[in-house]
Structures are given as structure tokens and as C-alpha cells.
């Protein structure tokens, strides 16, 4: 992964997630809704969300070493929902990206850590998208095949 793009990727996930709430899950595809920010909520116009396509799991505490692809659970729509429904309403503190792999984690006030796979050769693997956004800027990331990173934000952010 480029060590530019992780950057920008951090910059931009961080001023769209951090201090954010989960205020919601989008029946259509897996989505979590999160709340606008202190620092976002005058350039945001629309719903921000992550958008997650491949497996994830909730830790209780940050992980020692990064799991396996099999070792993640196999949660069908229904399971998955559920897991992520435990997030109700829970403060993202900390967002941060794997050095290799666009494997992310949300680490909530609660100590608990949400960690989504980021690698796979065809497809993408998570998002973080605004929903309606009506504004000039463009924001959102997107964990794409190949272990990369594609990185769209205001610049006076991207480049923080």
C-alpha cells in the first residue's frame, strides 16, 4: 500500500468518522450511519457511512496481531446486523489503517474495535462515502483490490 495514499486515506477517515457516532445501519447493502462531527458538521452535507463488502469482526480490545482471513467469522446478513447493532450509538476514538493492507478499525470510547478486511484481488472491500452529498467537495475512501487506497477530500484536509 502507498504510504501517500495511507495518509491522505487516514486524513480523510479521520475527519469523517472521528468523534462520530453510529447512528444507524442501512438495510441495503451493510451500512453504517454515522453522526456528523465538531470538525465536519459545517462541510458535510449529506449522511456519512461506511459501507463494508467483506468480512469484519468486534473485538472487545485492539487486537495483538491482525487476523486471518479465516480466521474472521463467516456471518451471513442477518448475524452481521446484529453485530453491528451492538455499535448503537457508540463514539468512534480512533480510526486507523493496517501499514500492508487497507485492513481498517474503529476504535470505539467503549475500548471495543471494529476491524473490517481490506484485502481482496477483485473487488473493494469497504468505503467510507457521503450519502446525498449536495456540497462542491467530494469525500470518500475506498479500499480497493490489490492492497490500494483511492482518495477523494478537500485538499486543505487530504493534505494535513
Same mark, same amino acid.
Request: proline content about 3%; glycine content about 6%.
Given at each position: 500500500m502507498?504510504?501517500?495514499?495511507?495518509k /491522505? /486515506?487516514?486524513n480523510?477517515? $479521520?475527519? &469523517?468518522?472521528k468523534? #462520530?457516532?453510529?447512528e444507524?445501519? $442501512?438495510?441495503?447493502? *451493510?451500512?453504517? *450511519?454515522?453522526?456528523?462531527?465538531?470538525? $465536519?458538521?459545517?462541510?458535510?452535507?449529506g449522511?456519512?457511512? &461506511?459501507?463494508?463488502?467483506?468480512?469484519f469482526?468486534?473485538?472487545?480490545t485492539?487486537p495483538?496481531?491482525?487476523?486471518? &482471513?479465516?480466521? &474472521? =467469522? !463467516?456471518?451471513?446478513?442477518?448475524?452481521?446486523?446484529? @453485530?453491528?447493532?451492538?455499535?448503537r450509538?457508540? !463514539? %468512534?476514538?480512533? @480510526?486507523?489503517l493496517?501499514?500492508?493492507s =487497507?485492513?481498517?478499525?474503529?476504535?470505539f470510547?467503549?475500548?471495543?474495535?471494529?476491524?473490517i478486511?481490506?484485502?481482496?484481488?477483485?473487488?473493494?472491500?469497504?468505503? @467510507?462515502? %457521503?450519502? !446525498?452529498?449536495?456540497?462542491?467537495?467530494t469525500?470518500?475512501v @475506498? #479500499?480497493? =483490490?490489490?492492497?490500494?487506497? /483511492?482518495?477523494w477530500? #478537500?485538499?486543505?484536509v %487530504?493534505g494535513?
Amino acid at each position: 500500500m502507498n504510504t501517500e495514499d495511507k495518509k /491522505a /486515506a487516514l486524513n480523510v477517515l $479521520n475527519f &469523517l468518522c472521528k468523534g #462520530a457516532t453510529i447512528e444507524g445501519l $442501512n438495510f441495503y447493502g *451493510l451500512k453504517l *450511519l454515522l453522526s456528523e462531527t465538531e470538525t $465536519n458538521s459545517e462541510r458535510i452535507n449529506g449522511q456519512v457511512y &461506511l459501507n463494508i463488502e467483506s468480512e469484519f469482526c468486534l473485538y472487545q480490545t485492539m487486537p495483538k496481531d491482525i487476523p486471518h &482471513l479465516n480466521e &474472521l =467469522p !463467516k456471518l451471513d446478513w442477518v448475524d452481521s446486523a446484529k @453485530v453491528l447493532c451492538e455499535l448503537r450509538l457508540k !463514539k %468512534i476514538t480512533e @480510526v486507523s489503517l493496517h501499514d500492508e493492507s =487497507p485492513h481498517l478499525f474503529f476504535t470505539f470510547e467503549s475500548g471495543e474495535v471494529l476491524f473490517i478486511w481490506g484485502h481482496h484481488h477483485k473487488y473493494e472491500s469497504w468505503q @467510507v462515502d %457521503i450519502m !446525498k452529498e449536495s456540497g462542491e467537495e467530494t469525500w470518500l475512501v @475506498v #479500499a480497493c =483490490p490489490g492492497d490500494q487506497l /483511492a482518495v477523494w477530500g #478537500a485538499e486543505d484536509v %487530504i493534505g494535513q
